[in-house]
């Protein structure tokens, strides 16, 4: 049912948010029932691994012990599980929770049934104590082992943007940008943003997020964009604002959740201690750790080294059809900005005709590009071999000497032009913290594709949340699309 201007009526919206709770009570239903099963299922094959392999330690007489007489005990098992995992919180339903915490959960209340059951063994010494240790962990493989498939297929449903909640911003500001950058680096999380709503309208908008008003048209949005959840993101200042905001949220039936604004920090930025049982607040250092610069320096030089070793046949052969191409050098060199805007020289092959940066001036009318980037999916300037080279990324493997150099890192923001960054706006400049790279978040996450502010979103977000497991994950993020040219021109 719809309103008479065409938007969803209440009644509608009601409906979608009964239609939801019935599919996550279908869902916990399906995960208690296939629990049961595979628990069941870990029993048989912990006795099974007990009496018929007889690992560990040898049966006298495996027909002494009956399965039959295990049955009872197997039921046991299953009913204690379920309510352990249950009170640990297995089925409570998190995004962000990791499924290193799900293993953990599992495999605590696991240990705390067979703990539970081994002691019960003393009492009626009838059952195996070691078929329980086989078992529970059987059992913690097989649930841990399913959670991970299932995390795998649910986060591609949803970067398909299948089952995700509509999510509107409320705040434009450094604290709404991070939510934003947060959302749209983690599209396995299910959250999709149409928006958001900034009483500053002169921020425009920000790539794919939409400034769809001031503060006073959240309800227009709400209902306009079938909303399914708000995030607030405004300064501590605003706090009866805030709470207006989520009563209106209240009585047009969506979630308002409050990000903490801890005076406009991110809070991996906040450092928290006490002093006799009084909070202390403090900001931490976002530099990496000098054992953390090493560790990321030592992978650089590894896959810079590797790469050229396996490559360098390649690079021969690339740099002598250039060559043959068009005439000019095979090797192009273009000044970049590096890590707190340092000047570097970054190596490329040529793809494109002399004099071409100097034709930039006359296609500028034609850039497909935002911000201060400048692309052309058919840029005339580019040679036949060169259109072959970008698609395939290989004209980029110069810039292992670069990282070989310490002036790019192989995972990090894309160095930009001296031109590019004096447009940046203060908050863009925040890329130039680390070194750059040959690949980064944005390039795994859409390349071409993407607008220049959410290239710096992603750029931030992982400038932010930098690990070794972080550049790792993109570097063999990369291979397919390199080898699908998704996004390249």
């Given at each position: 049912?719809?309103?008479?201007?065409?938007?969803?009526?209440?009644?509608?919206?009601?409906?979608?948010?009964?239609?939801?709770?019935?599919?996550?009570?279908?869902?916990?239903?399906?995960?208690?029932?296939?629990?049961?099963?595979?628990?069941?299922?870990?029993?048989?094959?912990?006795?099974?691994?007990?009496?018929?392999?007889?690992?560990?330690?040898?049966?006298?007489?495996?027909?002494?012990?009956?399965?039959?007489?295990?049955?009872?005990?197997?039921?046991?098992?299953?009913?204690?599980?379920?309510?352990?995992?249950?009170?640990?919180?297995?089925?409570?339903?998190?995004?962000?929770?990791?499924?290193?915490?799900?293993?953990?959960?599992?495999?605590?209340?696991?240990?705390?049934?067979?703990?539970?059951?081994?002691?019960?063994?003393?009492?009626?010494?009838?059952?195996?104590?070691?078929?329980?240790?086989?078992?529970?962990?059987?059992?913690?493989?097989?649930?841990?082992?399913?959670?991970?498939?299932?995390?795998?297929?649910?986060?591609?449903?949803?970067?398909?943007?299948?089952?995700?909640?509509?999510?509107?911003?409320?705040?434009?500001?450094?604290?709404?940008?991070?939510?934003?950058?947060?959302?749209?680096?983690?599209?396995?999380?299910?959250?999709?943003?149409?928006?958001?709503?900034?009483?500053?309208?002169?921020?425009?908008?920000?790539?794919?997020?939409?400034?769809?008003?001031?503060?006073?048209?959240?309800?227009?949005?709400?209902?306009?964009?079938?909303?399914?959840?708000?995030?607030?993101?405004?300064?501590?200042?605003?706090?009866?604002?805030?709470?207006?905001?989520?009563?209106?949220?209240?009585?047009?039936?969506?979630?308002?959740?409050?990000?903490?604004?801890?005076?406009?920090?991110?809070?991996?930025?906040?450092?928290?201690?006490?002093?006799?049982?009084?909070?202390?607040?403090?900001?931490?250092?976002?530099?990496?750790?000098?054992?953390?610069?090493?560790?990321?320096?030592?992978?650089?030089?590894?896959?810079?080294?590797?790469?050229?070793?396996?490559?360098?046949?390649?690079?021969?052969?690339?740099?002598?059809?250039?060559?043959?191409?068009?005439?000019?050098?095979?090797?192009?060199?273009?000044?970049?900005?590096?890590?707190?805007?340092?000047?570097?020289?970054?190596?490329?092959?040529?793809?494109?005709?002399?004099?071409?940066?100097?034709?930039?001036?006359?296609?500028?009318?034609?850039?497909?590009?935002?911000?201060?980037?400048?692309?052309?999916?058919?840029?005339?300037?580019?040679?036949?071999?060169?259109?072959?080279?970008?698609?395939?990324?290989?004209?980029?493997?110069?810039?292992f000497f670069n990282v070989l150099r310490g002036e790019m890192s192989v995972v990090g923001p894309r160095p930009g032009l001296p031109s590019e960054v004096a447009e940046y706006q203060p908050w863009h400049r925040q890329r130039l913290e680390v070194l750059p790279g040959l690949t980064g978040l944005w390039q795994v996450s859409g390349r071409s594709e993407l607008t220049f502010d959410e290239m710096c979103l992603l750029d931030i977000y992982y400038i932010e949340n930098?690990?070794?497991?972080?550049?790792?994950?993109?570097?063999?993020?990369?291979?397919?699309?390199?080898?699908?040219?998704?996004?390249?021109?």
């Open positions: 049912m719809t309103a008479p201007n065409g938007k969803p009526a209440p009644d509608a919206r009601a409906a979608r948010r009964a239609s939801g709770e019935i599919g996550r009570m279908r869902a916990l239903l399906f995960s208690l029932l296939l629990d049961a099963l595979l628990i069941n299922a870990a029993f048989v094959l912990g006795y099974y691994v007990r009496y018929r392999l007889q690992l560990f330690r040898p049966v006298l007489d495996a027909n002494a012990a009956p399965y039959s007489d295990y049955i009872p005990f197997q039921l046991g098992y299953m009913v204690m599980l379920l309510i352990f995992m249950a009170a640990d919180g297995v089925y409570h339903r998190r995004r962000q929770g990791s499924w290193f915490d799900e293993l953990y959960r599992i495999a605590n209340a696991t240990t705390t049934v067979v703990v539970i059951l081994i002691a019960f063994t003393f009492i009626i010494l009838l059952y195996s104590r070691l078929l329980l240790l086989e078992a529970g962990v059987i059992t913690i493989a097989l649930l841990s082992g399913y959670r991970l498939i299932w995390r795998q297929i649910d986060g591609a449903r949803r970067r398909r943007g299948l089952g995700v909640d509509r999510v509107l911003v409320v705040g434009a500001g450094d604290l709404g940008r991070a939510v934003m950058r947060n959302l749209v680096a983690r599209p396995e999380l299910g959250y999709r943003v149409v928006g958001f709503v900034d009483d500053d309208l002169s921020k425009g908008d920000l790539g794919r997020f939409k400034a769809l008003g001031g503060l006073e048209s959240i309800g227009r949005v709400v209902k306009g964009e079938r909303v399914d959840e708000v995030i607030i993101t405004l300064p501590w200042t605003y706090h009866r604002t805030i709470m207006g905001l989520v009563r209106s949220c209240e009585s047009l039936g969506v979630r308002a959740r409050v990000v903490p604004d801890v005076f406009q920090l991110s809070l991996n930025h906040v450092d928290m201690d006490e002093l006799g049982g009084i909070p202390l607040m403090g900001v931490k250092d976002t530099r990496l750790p000098r054992l953390a610069q090493l560790a990321k320096r030592a992978l650089d030089i590894g896959v810079a080294l590797l790469a050229l070793a396996v490559t360098t046949p390649i690079l021969l052969v690339v740099a002598g059809l250039i060559r043959l191409d068009s005439p000019g050098p095979a090797l192009f060199r273009q000044q970049r900005v590096g890590r707190a805007g340092r000047l570097f020289n970054i190596y490329k092959f040529r793809t494109m005709r002399l004099g071409a940066e100097a034709e930039v001036a006359a296609l500028k009318d034609q850039n497909e590009s935002s911000g201060p980037l400048f692309k052309m999916k058919a840029d005339p300037r580019v040679t036949g071999l060169g259109r072959f080279l970008r698609r395939a990324s290989i004209d980029e493997l110069p810039q930098w690990s070794l497991a972080l550049d790792i994950t993109i570097m063999l993020r990369t291979i397919p699309r390199i080898l699908l040219a998704n996004g390249a021109y």
